[in-house]
């Protein structure tokens, strides 16, 4: 594989461009407790001459995507200040998009897609409770029609922003998916040919902007302090950039939470459903939630980054029987969406595609302030005494901590 291009964005002083407020990072928890330790792969790594070097990275990237389905990803191709562009675009996002847009904008969850501006009132498009969570969701069709499906006072930034969607995905997922392929000892481009959609700067996922405040009182109570419930993602990966403002929680191998530290400039990169059945199990879907932050940080907005890789839309997903590493060692059965699919294939029924899969979940998403959906009885069960989240989609039963 060639040695990746570092990432080269169109200037910030092109004429027509705003001048746009520098992002200052909040400051990090001072608690140590309670933190994930979290394996950390240099990318960069993948371009070495000397065998031995990329070896052993495919070695520790194993281990990583086995134990925890979450990672540290480093040296990848983008600078610190390059990425603190992006984060400051966000940020004028927020503190620059009209009433008319979000309005204009609105998000219609149950057309099984996030895309446009989600209000800060739950996970439907009607207004419920608030929940403090602001986000724009690009999707294909927003790419392809900026003038009419974006923000107006992002407008004059899109080159900047498709550009940098454009090397996640086309340099930093790309190599990634070698290393997965790597460890599959599948052909380096297995999976981003076979498994990746493409046909926009983020195939058929999408890249989000997202803002979480601090919410009052009585929504911290309904919801629990949940910001979003216990969950894997749906898709292929997915690229998080790391933010002082530690709400992301990750489920240990002990059955607890553990926040994901803050590691400056790091891409947190956790596995997705896809992978998790692509490798009959050998690769962890990460089991992850927003909490609220610890007692420091409560007062503070926490800006997010995010990219969510989507497999291919019609494909229905299954173990790649190609893999010399599954051929050798069979699948890993006790993994839980993975079995649940195989479940449902080894009584001869269809799975669903990819993009089923998304959409349903999409559409039926429910918020952490619903206190008649979020109890023992409706969509949580008690499992050797924890709460668990259940739901069921095309038959599908899916089972996460809250």
């Avoid at 669903?352 to 302030?369: K, M, S």
């Avoid at 109890?375 to 069921?392: F, S, T, Y």
Wanted: aromatic share 10%.
């Amino acid at each position: 594989m060639a040695p990746a291009a570092p990432f080269n964005p169109p200037s910030a002083d092109l004429p027509g461009k705003p001048s746009v407020p520098k992002w200052v990072p909040p400051p990090a928890t001072q608690e140590k407790h309670n933190f994930a330790q979290l394996k950390s792969i240099d990318l960069s790594l993948l371009d070495s001459d000397d065998p031995a070097v990329v070896e052993e990275l495919i070695q520790q990237v194993k281990i990583a995507i086995r134990d925890d389905g979450f990672l540290f990803l480093e040296n990848y191709g983008v600078s610190l200040e390059q990425l603190h562009r992006q984060f400051s675009l966000a940020q004028y996002l927020y503190h620059n998009i009209t009433d008319e847009d979000k309005e204009r904008l609105l998000f219609s969850p149950e057309t099984g897609a996030w895309s446009g501006y989600k209000h800060p009132y739950g996970f439907k498009r009607h207004r419920a409770q608030p929940d403090g969570i602001e986000q724009f969701n690009w999707y294909k069709p927003d790419w392809e029609d900026q003038e009419n499906r974006v923000p107006k006072c992002l407008l004059p930034f899109m080159d900047e922003i498709e550009t940098f969607c454009n090397y996640l995905t086309k340099s930093v997922n790309r190599r990634l998916l070698t290393l997965f392929s790597r460890v599959l000892e599948l052909p380096d481009d297995y999976l981003w040919n076979s498994v990746q959609s493409h046909g926009s700067p983020t195939g058929e996922g999408y890249f989000r902007h997202a803002l979480f405040r601090p919410v009052q009182q009585q929504t911290q109570e309904a919801s629990k302090g949940l910001r979003m419930h216990g969950h894997t993602d749906f898709g292929l990966t997915t690229l998080l950039f790391s933010v002082p403002i530690s709400c992301l929680q990750i489920w240990g191998q002990d059955e607890q939470w553990y926040y994901v530290p803050y590691k400056p400039g790091a891409l947190v990169i956790n596995i997705g459903d896809t992978l998790e059945i692509v490798s009959g199990g050998h690769f962890r879907a990460t089991r992850h939630r927003v909490y609220k932050p610890p007692q420091d940080q409560l007062s503070y907005e926490r800006l997010s980054l995010v990219l969510f890789n989507s497999s291919l839309g019609d494909l229905r997903m299954m173990p790649a029987a190609e893999s010399p590493l599954i051929q050798r060692e069979g699948c890993v059965e006790e993994q839980g969406v993975y079995k649940e699919f195989k479940k449902l294939t080894s009584q001869g029924n269809v799975v669903p595609t990819n993009r089923q899969w998304r959409e349903i979940q999409i559409a039926t998403c429910t918020d952490p302030t619903d206190t008649v959906r979020n109890r023992v009885g409706a969509d949580q069960v008690l499992i050797d005494g924890k709460v668990m989240h259940q739901r069921e989609y095309m038959g599908v039963k899916v089972v996460l901590p809250v």
